[in-house]
Every structure is written in C-alpha cells, then in structure tokens.
C-alpha cells in the first residue's frame, strides 16, 4: 500500500510560479513511476507530467512543457512539480499519483495510487 500526500498548492498571479511536492509513505519508492494529473472545475481530471522511476525520464502534456519541471528524491521519497510561468488554465486541483514499476504512463488508469489532491488557483 502507498500513501501519497501532496502540498504546495496556493493562490498565484498569472506569471507566478508554485512548486508541488508529493511525500509517499512506502519504503520501495524508487520502484514504482510518479505521476501528476490535475482536475478543473466540470472537466475530466487530465495528464499534467510523469517520471519514471529512476528519474532518468519523463513526460509532459503539451500545454505545460517549458513551463513545468516534475522531479524526484528516490532518497526522500519524494516527488515534485515546478510551475513556472503559470496561468489561469492551469488552475485545478492537481494530484499526485504512483504506478508500480519503472514506465511512467500518462493514462490515469494505469495508476494504482492517489493523493488527496492541493488546489492551485491562477489568478489574472
């Protein structure tokens, strides 16, 4: 069983920047690839980035790369997502999400373990 609590989130001016974190309560974090996924108001929650689980690779959807930096401390077992540049299309709640294993996917189902989810609101 992993646990996932996430923190960071925060209202920001368009332009600003956040950094999530996400703290797993597992003691094989290094086996299992990270994701995160952000959810709007009224919309599907949706693929934001991933990294596998060495951090040698990741992934971004479109809208946020050169914007977003997703990282990891496989000794802290942490997780951690710098946004840059943000805008008031990337407010959401934004969760943080583990898979077992060293590929990283940007399909929610593939994902066996959520956060709560942090609020990040982008004001203009």
């Known amino acids: 069983q992993v646990q996932l609590v996430e923190s960071g989130g925060g209202l920001v001016q368009a332009g600003g920047s956040l950094r999530l974190s996400c703290a797993a309560s597992?003691?094989?974090?290094?086996?299992?690839?990270m994701g995160w996924f952000r959810q709007a108001p009224g919309k599907e929650r949706e693929f934001v980035a991933a990294?596998?689980?060495?951090?040698?690779?990741?992934d971004y959807t479109d809208s946020v790369k050169g914007r977003f930096t997703i990282s990891r401390d496989n000794a802290k077992n942490t997780v951690s997502l710098q946004m840059n540049s943000l805008k008031p299309e990337d407010t959401a709640v934004y969760y943080c999400?583990?898979?077992?294993?060293?590929?990283?996917?940007?399909?929610?189902?593939?994902?066996?373990?959520w956060g709560q989810g942090t609020q990040v609101t982008v004001s203009s």
């Open positions: 990294i596998s689980w060495t951090g040698g690779n990741s």
């Open positions: 597992v003691r094989t974090f290094s086996t299992y690839a």
């Open positions: 999400a583990a898979r077992s294993g060293r590929y990283y996917s940007n399909l929610r189902t593939n994902y066996n373990y």
